[in-house]
């Protein structure tokens, strides 16, 4: 069976077109996205970003290969998206969000606690940030080594095929 490799040009067209959707969509994940377009320098900003990082899948010469480069690269995005989210739900601002930053991408001695009572409420806590790690780990080997099956296609690609039966139809969130 000859599976076909994603190229970069299809990677980024398919990135491209699901932002683009955004403007008719109405998903938390949609509205940053329109925010972006109407930025133009933060639209290039991500566009650079995300050539870089298609361009860490579309390298790879295998199928097998490029999947598990799309699967770090998700994972890589949902970890960073992660401390974003904590850093607004909790409302963390100021000194305490630049410690939090600097703990995950500047200096690793960084802590969290600003007073006595919050370092010995996390200190429960601190045995079990092994684990934690360890189990973590032991899921993102498990996802990155789940079965391939290239002989099946996602059903996304299945009903975005034209099959000269569809037409354009106008939304209801305006103009087309």
């Known amino acids: 069976m000859l599976v076909r490799l994603y190229k970069h040009a299809e990677l980024m067209e398919e990135s491209e077109s699901r932002v683009q959707m955004s403007v008719y969509l109405r998903t938390p994940a949609d509205f940053v996205a329109r925010r972006m377009l109407d930025a133009p320098e933060t639209y290039r900003r991500w566009e650079s970003e995300h050539n870089r990082l298609m361009h860490t899948v579309s390298d790879r ?23 974003f989210e904590y850093l607004r739900k909790g409302g963390i601002t100021g000194t305490r969000r630049r410690r939090v930053l600097a703990l995950f991408y500047g200096c690793r001695d960084s802590a969290l606690a600003e007073s006595d009572e919050e370092r010995d409420a996390g200190l429960p806590m601190e045995p079990l940030r092994p684990l934690l790690k360890h189990r973590l780990t032991e899921a993102r080997r498990a996802i990155l080594a789940m079965p391939q099956s290239p002989d099946q296609e996602w059903r996304e690609v299945q009903i975005r095929k034209p099959n000269g039966d569809t037409q354009r139809m106008r939304t209801i969130f305006g103009a087309d």
């Open 61 to 83: 010469g295998h199928l097998a290969e490029q999947i598990t480069a799309l699967r770090t690269a998700v994972f890589a995005l949902v970890h960073r998206r992660a401390v």
